[in-house]
């Protein structure tokens, strides 16, 4: 279908601000008599907070006031994993125990450094393995887990099922959640190849740029909040909870966020601008706090980390009927996540697993504050499975792409244990077009070439993410100037996707983009409820609900137009921002004399009667605020059928240094398929910056901790290893299927995380097929374990070792 | 530097001195510090952006300070505070360098210039924050002044760089939404245009 913005570049309405610095961050603002506050932070990995005594600080000249974990809690912390604002009973080193708010931020960290505090030190522990063995310890004071709707339990196993874990056999110990689908043991037998190996996947941190410094205020009764988040509308419900203030008195404002990643999706997971709320409320001033890099580091989110053990059995022709994997996944010492069940599942997505079984057992360590990351699960197991998949093409003697193809996700078909029929799916098609956008054909005869010390390797990765939801909510106004308002609650995150979504609704009313707004930046501009702008669902969620409230808009319009001129809404159409009768486009309105004629009207074109009756709260909330200001458009988007998949492909050229261990990526094209383009710069944005979090997942990052304090030892940029320009190619190829999904009225699926999922798996499948085939069954594979793999030194000293160096 | 000045206290002031948006009488009372006798000048003059402005300087205050929370040049931004990140790049007399890591005092004969500076007076984007824009370099953002600025610095003193000069030159700034690939497109189209 021919489009008029969908598929084109724009130039967003925030980039000038971005590149001028003009845009504001939170910690941009500043207001009259604003204070600040810092943090006083647990200096242990595990304890409990014993005493504070605050009053020799709380005495010091310029210090206005403290706010702990009583005061946010009075009725006692919640029990459960997640991060807390502030707590007692820290189980992260550097958890926030209480803040302080000053004249500035020395007189703040000088009345810190007066408090007195005492802690009673509690055992702490790093490797869930560890934990999980009989008389190891507990991450958390009522156990080593936490389950579901039960609170905190203890699991252990035996010390030889740890140790028989640990040398690569299968675990025996019951797991605490599993699913399974089709017959596995006829899966297995009906295989030719076989392949059986534990792996580990490390957890790191987030690190988004921008610290999560907040300030806040209140004015007559209501709560300013300037904050970070990956969408406004879905934090401001939440995190006004949080605050402890009503929806209708707490203003969110948040311009630009400087990266999320999975992590500032949710008001839980950022409780922390919190702080400067309530403080704020106490000592009745504005108050600025800054976090710092290593607040960050330890509030701000990591991926977790996975221990497993897989078995996969293909089938003569290549397809993979049978996998069984259990994984015990690192729970850090707060929150938790899903990473191993979307393992599980984006295989079963991706390789269309005939039968499948998924064991896992969730174990908490002092480690992080985990949480979903960019691909959580999927893009750790792509990894370590694509050169699981070469191997198997080796055995079979099959051609490493026509294995993938063999195993590809098309229409029609099925994933996951309830076998979810995909929206649709063109795997195929994206692999033929990276392998030719690529020439694989021409370069694959260059696997394992030598030149010296030089060796070539090649890999081919695919991704996966369900990239769509529904259920949301859409808002516009068409004003009295002729100008269209399109309220969107999406945060500004670099996806571009609040600006790219808004595009489906003038897209439906034929509107030029210069006589458009997206309005968004702050929750009283009154924006309708979006998704949280995470699981890569923000183009088909968004599209979804703009597309809608611009059909009603224009139903709207229609019904005024057949009022005032005659004859029957279906009579007319538009174009050039008039409404006219098809029959005679003399007998018509423009939009500015529509919207005006809806505002004399009132009632159900302005929003204020017969509203959708499924409104969220916040729309609700939005809509009433702003009836009568417009002819409004307005939508309840209904639930959609199916799982929306975004595939990626990635092929990828290295020459590893077999004397240094070090390689360079010589060349990589990814090839996305996420339906219909929306926004092409935006996308290939995304999968350029997918492909360099696919690098540092697959041979850079990891969380380090010192094991005899547990003192995190990567808590900065240089020590977290996020890749730099010199990490990644000079350039990365992209390109798109782009054909459309029957689920989204213009075609469109995310694509957000799988852009690193297809990365990790590449590169990971190049280094093996460098080292002519090894498995190294982790991720990331580093410089040390290649050199030692060369070397024929062994590489671990504790197998499966998580949260610390492997030898 | 002061040779009095520890490492200890030099930390701690730089954490002061990025708090403070009040006047700067009000920031010597705040820190509880009196003027100093002598020693180090305080109220300095600086260029920055072209003009020269009248700061009253801490010791030990960083320039990333100075600018964001004394002149309220906010386009300076501080990813780390600590020398890793680079989005706090500014030029000091054409040079790239940490403002973060920089003691204003150490810039008070040389040139300053940061994002705020790069505008024509007409508006017109300079060609680095244009081609930016046209590539779509930023994501996030966060890290873009900083990254607008190293191109500025290597477009001066290498106006025809190779994209892998290109890539070299930036590689002092750390980009977490991984938009390196259009930043590099950015400065190469700024290299055509400028
Ligand atoms: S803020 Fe200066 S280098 Fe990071
Ligand atoms: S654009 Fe987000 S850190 Fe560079």
């Keep these: 279908m ?81 991060l807390k604002v502030l707590t007692n009973e820290p189980t992260l080193m550097g958890e926030p125990i209480l803040a302080v708010a000053a004249r500035d931020e020395k007189t703040a960290e000088n009345a810190i450094a007066a408090i007195s505090l005492t802690i009673e030190r509690l ?58 689908y089709g017959d596995l043991e006829a899966g297995f037998a009906a295989s030719d190849f076989v392949h059986e190996t534990t792996f580990s996947t490390a957890g790191y941190p987030h690190m988004s740029m921008e610290p999560r410094s907040a300030m806040a205020y209140w004015e007559n009764g209501k709560c300013y909040l300037h904050g970070t988040s990956q969408s406004l509308s879905a934090i401001a419900e939440p995190m006004a909870a949080i605050v402890g203030v009503p929806l209708e008195d707490f203003v969110f404002i948040n311009e630009a966020t400087g990266g999320g990643f999975g992590q500032r999706a949710r008001a839980g997971s950022i409780p922390s601008m919190a702080i400067p709320a309530k403080l704020s409320q106490k000592i009745n001033r504005p108050v600025m706090m800054r976090v710092t890099r290593e607040e960050e580091f330890t509030i701000g989110g990591a991926r977790q980390g996975l221990q497993g053990w897989v078995k996969v059995g293909f089938k003569r022709d290549g397809s993979m009927a049978a996998m069984d994997m ?25 390789y269309q697993t005939e039968a499948m079984r998924f064991r896992n057992t969730s174990i908490g360590t002092n480690t992080g504050h985990r949480g979903a990351q960019r691909g959580p699960g999927e893009n750790q197991i792509m990894a370590i499975m694509a050169p699981i998949m070469d191997k198997a093409a080796e055995e079979l003697g099959l051609d490493r792409l026509e294995i993938r193809k063999l195993n590809a996700a098309q229409n029609g078909d099925v994933s996951g244990p309830r076998s979810t029929p995909f929206t649709s799916a063109y795997m195929p098609e994206a692999l033929e077009q990276a392998a030719t956008q690529f020439d694989w054909e021409g370069k694959k005869g260059r696997s394992r070439q030598t030149n010296g010390t030089k060796v070539r390797g090649l890999g081919i990765g695919q991704g996966y993410h369900n990239a769509g939801r529904s259920g949301m909510d859409g808002l516009i106004r068409l004003m009295p100037s002729g100008r269209l308002q399109i309220h969107n609650g999406v945060g500004n995150l670099g996806t571009y996707s609040y600006a790219s979504t808004s595009r489906a609704a003038a897209e439906v009313l034929m509107m030029e983009w210069e006589n458009c707004d997206v309005v968004t930046g702050r929750t009283d501009r009154h924006l309708p409820i979006t998704s949280p702008q995470d699981g890569s669902n ?40 008039r409404i006219y009768q098809i029959a005679d486009n003399t007998a018509g309105m423009t939009y500015a004399e529509v919207a005006q004629r809806g505002m004399e009207l009132g009632g159900k074109f302005t929003g204020e009667a017969e509203l959708p009756e499924e409104l969220n709260t916040l729309t609700a909330l939005s809509v009433s605020r702003l009836a009568g200001t417009g002819l409004m458009g307005i939508f309840h988007d209904p639930r959609h059928n199916d799982n929306p998949p975004g595939f990626t492909v990635t092929f990828t050229e290295i020459e590893l240094d077999k004397e240094t261990g070090k390689f360079e990526i010589l060349d990589m094209v990814t090839v996305a398929e996420c339906g219909t383009v929306v926004h092409p710069q935006g996308l290939a944005n995304q999968l350029r910056g997918g492909a360099v979090w696919g690098i540092g997942l697959s041979v850079l990052e990891r969380h380090l901790y010192d094991p005899q304090n547990g003192l995190p030892a990567s808590s900065g940029y240089w020590q977290s290893k996020i890749p730099t320009y010199l990490d990644t190619p000079a350039q990365i190829g992209t390109g798109w299927v782009d054909l459309p999904d029957p689920e989204n009225p213009v075609g469109a699926r995310g694509i957000g995380e799988p852009s690193m999922g297809a990365v990790s798996a590449a590169l990971n499948a190049a280094i093996s097929d460098a080292l002519g085939g090894h498995l190294f069954d982790t991720a990331p594979v580093t410089t040390d374990m290649i050199i030692n793999h060369i070397a024929g030194v062994s590489e671990e000293a504790t197998p499966l070792a998580q949260n610390n160096f492997r030898g | ?83 890793e990140c680079g989005a706090c790049t500014v030029l000091v007399d054409d040079i790239p360098s940490y403002a973060c890591s920089v003691l204003t005092h150490s810039v008070k004969n040389k040139r300053v210039e940061s994002v705020e500076g790069l505008e024509a007076a007409n508006g017109d984007l300079h060609p680095v924050q244009q081609a930016f824009v046209d590539e779509l370099s930023p994501q996030c953002g966060y890290c873009t002044p900083g990254q607008v600025m190293s191109a500025v610095g290597l477009l001066r003193s290498n106006p025809n760089p190779t994209r892998e000069e290109a890539r070299q030159g930036m590689a002092g700034n750390i980009c977490r939404c991984g938009s390196y690939d259009s930043y590099l497109n950015g400065v190469m189209r700024a290299a055509q245009i400028g």
């Excluded at chain 1, 021919?2 to 961050?25: M, Q, S």
Aim: hydrophobic letters at 35%.
């Design chain 1, 2 to 82: 021919a489009y008029r913005l969908i598929g084109k570049d724009f130039v967003p309405p925030d980039v000038p601000g971005k590149v001028t610095g003009r845009i504001k961050y939170a910690e941009d603002y500043a207001r009259d008599g604003m204070v600040y506050a810092r943090l006083l932070t647990s200096p242990v990995p595990h304890g409990r907070v014993v005493a504070i005594d605050a009053s020799e600080a709380l005495a010091m000249d310029g210090v206005y006031g403290i706010l702990t974990a009583d005061d946010v809690y009075p009725d006692g912390e919640p029990q459960s994993t997640g």
């Design chain 1, 123 to 180: 055992p702490f522990v790093l490797d869930p393995l560890d934990s999980l063995q009989e008389g190891g310890e507990n991450a958390y004071n009522g156990g080593n887990t936490f389950i579901f709707r039960q609170g905190f339990a203890e699991e252990k196993w035996t010390a030889d099922q740890v140790a028989s874990f640990r040398s690569g056999n299968e675990p025996t110990a019951e797991a605490q959640q599993s699913w399974e």
């Design chain 1, 326 to 350: 259990y994984c015990v996944s690192d729970n850090g010492g707060k929150g938790g996540g899903g990473d191993a069940n979307s393992a599980a599942a984006g295989v079963s997505a991706l």
């Design chain 1, 538 to 577: 923000s183009i088909f969620t968004n599209t979804r609900t703009c597309f809608g409230a611009a059909q009603d808009l224009l139903a709207k319009m229609k019904e005024i137009a057949a009022m005032d001129l005659g004859g029957d809404p279906a009579d007319y159409e538009i174009d050039g921002s």
């Design chain 2, 1 to 83: 530097m002061n040779p009095k000045l520890t490492r200890r206290r030099f930390i701690k002031g730089v954490i002061a001195s990025g708090a403070v948006a009040t006047s700067t009488t009000i920031w010597y009372a705040a820190n509880g510090q009196a003027r100093p006798a002598g020693a180090v000048e305080r109220m300095i003059r600086i260029n920055i952006n072209g003009q020269m402005r009248s700061v009253d300087v801490a010791p030990q205050e960083t320039l990333a300070s100075t600018l964001r929370y004394k002149l309220g040049l906010t386009g300076t931004k501080l990813g780390c505070n600590r020398g």
